[in-house]
């Protein structure tokens, strides 16, 4: 046990420290491989954690959800991928009609603002009853797929247009490294909350099914474990939101803001 802390606390030294190094390179480097001025760009934020926050919920579902269809609903397996068909899917049509409203709005914000209260509040009711029909819950999961998606393109077309032409490519880079960063943190939370409410340590391993069943046997409530996850999930979007609100909503560069191939 001492051990185990001590190698914890030699980790999180360990990370500190090359944060640290890691910072004063990119204030020294010619060419550094994050830009400064790019993260100091608060659209390039607030756009960033928007959508980091947005998609690691949908990747932090994607992995538990066919664990709550097993161990909740009794699913197969085979079923279980198949329930996942809501959450993948629909978050496409909102990618593509929030894509289609920059186009014409103004304030093209808000798309992704009714998006997301819709997906917060239908999450909430999911993490409220956790035991719903599989039904209702494939509804609430399009629900909630379809809001994320209309934060994709407004994010990622925000950051864009923020930033100079020269500096696009090291934008996007930023953004996806810390959207990658941001879901496995939440993959982390989620998955912690689980095994806490299975009663598991995590470093003790062992099958997970195998643990369900102990747990059950135990007497414990399988749904209520996975309140759990779905009210961090419910967390998350909900900094998203509040990302999305702060985000400054500049005009659009057109055609004529761009320079003429030569």
Known sequence: MLAAAMRRTVAWLTAILESILFLWRLTQALE???????LANPVMRMG?????????????LTIFLPLYYELVHKFSASDSGLALIPIVVM????????????MFLDHYKRVPLVGLSCAIVA???????????P????????IVAFGIGTTYPVGTVSIQNAVSRYQVGAAM?????FRGLTAAFIVAAMGAILLAGLGV?????????????????RGVDL?????GVFAIAVLCLIISLISLIWMEERPLRGRSAQTPVA
């Open 223 to 227: 749904a209520h474990v996975f309140r």
């Open 201 to 217: 340590a995590p470093e003790r391993g062992g099958s997970t099914i195998v643990v369900a069943a102990t747990a059950n046997a």
């Open 173 to 177: 880079g930023a953004m996806n490294f």
């Open 135 to 142: 039904i209702t819950v494939a509804v609430v999961l399009s």
């Open 48 to 60: 960033t954690a928007c959508t980091s926050f947005s998609q690691g919920v949908v990747i932090g």
């Open 91 to 102: 978050s496409t049509p909102g990618s593509i009609l929030a894509g289609r409203m920059m």
């Open 32 to 38: 550094p491989f994050l830009l400064l001025p790019v």
């Open 123 to 133: 999450l909430s009711l999911l993490a409220w009853n956790p035991s719903m029909h």
